[in-house]
């Protein structure tokens, strides 16, 4: 059974993760927008894969006998300064998801929750793997120069990058 305490932090992340994927997108639109269709795919499968981090926390909370529930999303924001102030926000948001990530892992851990805690080790690396990626990008964007044009080609990276291992050929 879920501790009280940990099971108020699991329902604030089902909201975090809804909001990581209204936030990306909202990115989504924007870089679409500006004319840059590569970046709005690359953002529109981030925030179909928050949505199932979300569905998971929300499964989880329902499987070890807690009320999961549905949160009011916060409206995400809509207008950037450029390209990079995206990625620059989605990386900073990243980090604050990583953050909360990691008091329910510490907080599991002090109140001996540890189906909670075991549950959450999914998200620990998946965070890593976020950051990582998000940081990848900024690192190629930075090497750009201020002209948008230039971001053309980074543009048509991003319509397939994701941070997954390619799958083996069968
Ligand atoms: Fe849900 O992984 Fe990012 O926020």
Redesign the pocket.
Known sequence: MIKENVLLLLNDQIE??AF?SFQYLSMCAWLDNQGFPGAAQFMAR?AN??MT??KKVFDYVMEAGGRAIVPAIPKPQEEFDGFRDVFETALA??RK?TEAIHHIVFESQANKDFTTFNFMQW?VA??LE?ESLFGTILDKIKLLDRDNSTFYHLDRELATMTGKEPSNPA
């Open positions: 975090l993760e990581s981030q894969e928050e981090h979300m948001h990243e998801v998200y998946e965070q976020e």
